[in-house]
């Protein structure tokens, strides 16, 4: 760059920007900060109130968590050992038992907790499902609103209210328009959770008269199973077209897409495409979740991702997110998105030429737009950044390497200090 470089607040040298580790010749370069924004990228010895040096390590923007459940993150740490390694449906027995004793300030504790372990590794934006039920009432949803006032210096909290337990049974529904007007930023579901096909439609057509009464985006949890009987996608994308929700509804999960053919899967995401729709998968959680099975039936049931290069292929919009950490779905869930980058490019076999990088893209600029983040190492953009100890996004795939630094508004707001040394190394 030829333009004049101004003083900075932080300048990070020897960044390694994504693309262009993939560009011929590029070699790493200088960001320089001003005011909590990107203001130069190149080479430059202006001054500057603050540097670190990258050593050729890569500089992106912070990834984006775009689901996971903070009212539930660490609610092992309340259970007991004979609660574990339960099927989905006594799970979510578990839960109600447990969410009966929540308090506001336990709930915001523990999601806390989580949040800031997310932020050491990097994540600088969450979207997050909050319980919003006859159980938890709405304390959980008023522990992270509280949560994310709080966490704003520091990351960006999208809250997306969850009705755990439907919303076609009396009371249900207004609990969660309440939720809306106390500040819920989306409205969530999961027809999954009522008890036969008719209400699980009538769940999907209350969610989108929510949404249009209180001028909200949608973000709801479909078909989390292999089970092909269970499909409500093609349901909740023609609403989608009918409703006038392009660009603003999401469907996460959404595996039983796998489990069905070509012939009836494709149609379905060929429209989901042209209705916008935007799709979040966490893989490693999906892979974990067990069924009850039939009595007499002995296959080990398994969950599966949903299709994944089918979704890509027809250029929708795809963010991931971490699901859930350390609870009763999830007792080893951690909120490493380079962790469940690893598990879905090497389950779903996205390991070819360019395809690291589109699944880098999952976590980082997808989320990112889906958030509607200002976001991007360019000038202007906001400088929320990691330095991540890798020279190109394929190798922190696979290094899965600790970020030293990650930066807010410019400011360094959490390190990481790992040395490295190896014995008998005299070089
Ligand atoms: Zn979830």
Redesign the pocket.
């Known amino acids: 760059m030829t333009q004049e470089t101004p003083n900075f607040d932080l300048v990070i040298h020897n960044a390694i920007l994504p693309a262009a580790e993939l560009l011929e010749g590029s070699g790493p370069t200088d960001i320089g900060i001003s005011a909590g924004r990107i203001v130069y990228i190149g080479a430059t010895s202006g001054y500057s109130r603050a540097s670190m040096d990258a050593h050729g390590s890569l500089v992106t923007p912070g990834f984006v968590n775009a689901?996971t459940?903070l009212d539930k993150a660490d609610l092992l740490s309340r259970m007991t050992p004979d609660q574990f390694g339960g099927t989905l449906e006594k799970n979510r027995e578990l839960l109600k038992s447990l969410k009966g004793n929540y308090s506001v300030a336990e709930v915001l504790a523990r999601g806390k907790g989580v949040a800031l372990e997310m932020l050491m590794q990097g994540i600088t934006a969450i979207r997050t499902?909050v319980d919003v039920d006859p159980t938890a009432g709405l304390k959980a949803l008023e522990a992270i609103l509280a949560l994310k006032q709080h966490l704003s210096p520091l990351m960006t909290l999208e809250v997306c209210a969850f009705p755990q337990e439907g919303v076609v049974r009396p009371g249900n529904r207004e609990l969660l328009e309440e939720a809306i007007r106390m500040g819920a930023d989306l409205v969530g579901g999961n027809p999954a959770v009522e008890p036969d096909h008719e209400e699980r439609l009538r769940h999907i057509d209350i969610l989108f008269e929510i949404a249009k009464t209180f001028d909200k985006r949608l973000d709801v949890?479909l078909d989390e199973t292999n089970d092909p009987r269970h499909f409500y996608l093609p349901y909740y994308v023609d609403k989608v077209i009918a409703d006038g929700f392009q660009g603003r509804a999401t469907a996460t999960h959404c595996i039983s897409l796998s489990a069905v053919p070509d012939a009836v899967a494709l149609p379905v995401i060929e429209k989901a495409a042209r209705g916008e729709v935007s799709f979040i998968i966490?893989p490693s959680c999906n892979l974990i979740t067990r069924f009850d099975l039939p009595a007499g039936v002995s296959r080990r049931p398994s969950n599966s991702i949903t299709r994944i290069k089918d979704l890509l292929a027809h250029g929708i919009r795809v963010a991931l997110g971490t699901?859930?950490i350390r609870d009763i779905f999830y007792p080893l869930g951690n909120g490493s998105m380079l962790r469940e980058m690893h598990v879905l490019a090497t389950t779903t076999r996205l390991t070819g030429f360019g395809e690291a990088e589109k699944v880098f893209d999952m976590a980082t600029v997808n989320g990112a737009s889906l958030l509607g983040l200002d976001y991007g190492v360019e000038v202007g953009k906001k400088a929320d950044l990691i330095v991540l100890p890798a020279d190109s996004r394929r190798k922190a795939l696979s290094h899965l390497p600790v970020a030293p630094y990650v930066i807010r508004n410019g400011r360094v707001v959490a390190t990481n200090e790992l040395s490295q040394k190896i014995a008998g190394d005299r070089q």
């Open positions: 689901h459940h499902q949890q966490t699901d859930n």
